[in-house]
């Protein structure tokens, strides 16, 4: 039961951040990703193997059903682990770990947060090839 209760604290978490949504592929959508993770390991009590599933469920629904590109599907769990990373190490996430598709002068940081995010700042820039083949390995 403990169980059920912490998975459904996740996804009133993701349902919270999702409410913020602005941008797709870009600083908004990294932000995104890594808080809902880094919320799921601070607000919950499932273990870091859950919230890992958790996003990874998400992103291949995404990827059946909405027919997400795979580009974007390693994206989000780059910047998913991020936030996992994050708070394990009982940090801020770190801007050189996130990515994005997105042009840089798509990335408006401000926009999204709206001051609400704090210790989440901006993103490196573009996914490069080799990144993906990177995340792909790991």
Known sequence: MQTYIEVKKAEII???????????????????????????????????????????????????KNDQPMEEFWMDLNNNAEGINASMEGRQVNQGNLITTANEGDNNYEQYSGGKVTGVVRV??????????ELDEK
């Open 14 to 64: 993701g349902k919270d951040v999702l409410a913020n949504k602005r941008g797709h592929n870009d600083l908004g959508d990294a932000i995104r990703h890594s808080t809902w993770h880094y919320r799921m390991m601070e607000e919950t009590k499932l273990p870091r193997f859950a919230v890992r599933g958790i996003g990874i469920a998400h992103e291949i629904k995404g990827y059946l």
């Open 124 to 133: 490196s820039g573009r996914i490069e090839s080799q990144k993906l083949k």
